[in-house]
C-alpha cells in the first residue's frame, strides 16, 4: 500500500538557518505528493503540493521537488523565522485515490 | 461556511460511554472525511462520504465507530463504549470533487477517554 515516512523531528533551529525536512514514499503508479503544516492551535493546512515527477511546489519561501528516481519530496527553506515554528506532514494521494497517507510529522521550533 | 467547524474542540468522557463528534463542511463540498490523528502521529484515514453515501469505510477500526452524512452536507462520527486507546484527536476535511484535491481541515476535535 501507499506509505509515507518523513524525518522524526523535533528539529530546533535559530532564526534564519536553512531547514530541510526529508521525505521519502512508497507508491505504485504516480501519486500526488504533499506538506501539510499544522500552525499551533491551528487545523492542518495546505502548504505545496506536486503532482509529478519533476514538479517543484512553494509556498511562503519553502519549496520541494518530486523525485520520482529517489522516490522523494523534501521540504526546503533558506531561511526560517520565528513563525515557521509548527508540525509539517509529508503526504501523497495515488493514482485515481481520493484519499491521503500521511507521514508522522516533524514538530520544528525556530528561536530568535 | 468559511471553513470546516467542528464540534465540540474538547471532549471528556469516561470509558463506556457514547460520542458523538460533529462537522459542518465548507458549504458546497460533496467530499468529507474524517481521520483520527493519535499523539505524535500523522492523520490516519476513517471514512470518506462523496454525497450521503459512505464511499469507503475501510479506516474505521471496529464496529463502535460510525459516522453519517444524511443530507450530503455535515456529518457526524459516532463512538460507542468508548475506550481510553480512543483518545485522540479527530479530524473532519472536505474538498469539492471525487479526487484527492486539496483538503480542507477544520481545527479537530480532541476526545479524552479517561
Known amino acids: 500500500g501507499n506509505s509515507v515516512t518523513q524525518m522524526e523531528g523535533p528539529v530546533t533551529l535559530s532564526e534564519e538557518a536553512f531547514l530541510t525536512i526529508n521525505c521519502t514514499y512508497t507508491?505504485?503508479?504516480?501519486?500526488?505528493l504533499f506538506w501539510y503544516v499544522q500552525y499551533p492551535g491551528e487545523g492542518l493546512q495546505l502548504l505545496l503540493k506536486?503532482?509529478?515527477?519533476?514538479d517543484k511546489g512553494s509556498n511562503k519561501g519553502f519549496e520541494a521537488t518530486y523525485r520520482k528516481e529517489t522516490t522523494s519530496f523534501h521540504l526546503e527553506k533558506g531561511s526560517v523565522q520565528v513563525s515557521d515554528s509548527a508540525v509539517y506532514f509529508c503526504?501523497?494521494?495515488?493514482?485515481?485515490?481520493?484519499?491521503?497517507?500521511f507521514g508522522a510529522g516533524t514538530t520544528v521550533t525556530v528561536r530568535a | 461556511g468559511a471553513g470546516v467547524s467542528q464540534t465540540p474542540s474538547n471532549k471528556v468522557t469516561e470509558k463506556g460511554k457514547y460520542v458523538e463528534l460533529r462537522c459542518d463542511p465548507i458549504?458546497?463540498?460533496?467530499?468529507l472525511y474524517w481521520y483520527r490523528q493519535s499523539l505524535g502521529q500523522g492523520p490516519e484515514f476513517l471514512i470518506y462520504f462523496q454525497g450521503t453515501g459512505a464511499a469507503d469505510d475501510s479506516g474505521l477500526p471496529n464496529d463502535r465507530f460510525f459516522a453519517v452524512r444524511p443530507e450530503g452536507s455535515v456529518s457526524t462520527l459516532k463512538i460507542q463504549r468508548t475506550e481510553r486507546g480512543d483518545s485522540a484527536v479527530y479530524l473532519c476535511?472536505?474538498?469539492?470533487?471525487?479526487?484527492?484535491?486539496?483538503?480542507?481541515f477544520g481545527a479537530g476535535s480532541r476526545l479524552t477517554v479517561l
Open positions: 506536486a503532482t509529478k515527477a519533476d
Open positions: 458549504s458546497g463540498h460533496t467530499a
Open positions: 476535511a472536505s474538498t469539492q470533487g471525487s479526487g484527492a484535491n486539496v483538503l480542507t
Open positions: 507508491a505504485t503508479g504516480y501519486p500526488s
Open positions: 503526504a501523497l494521494s495515488g493514482s485515481n485515490d481520493y484519499k491521503l497517507s
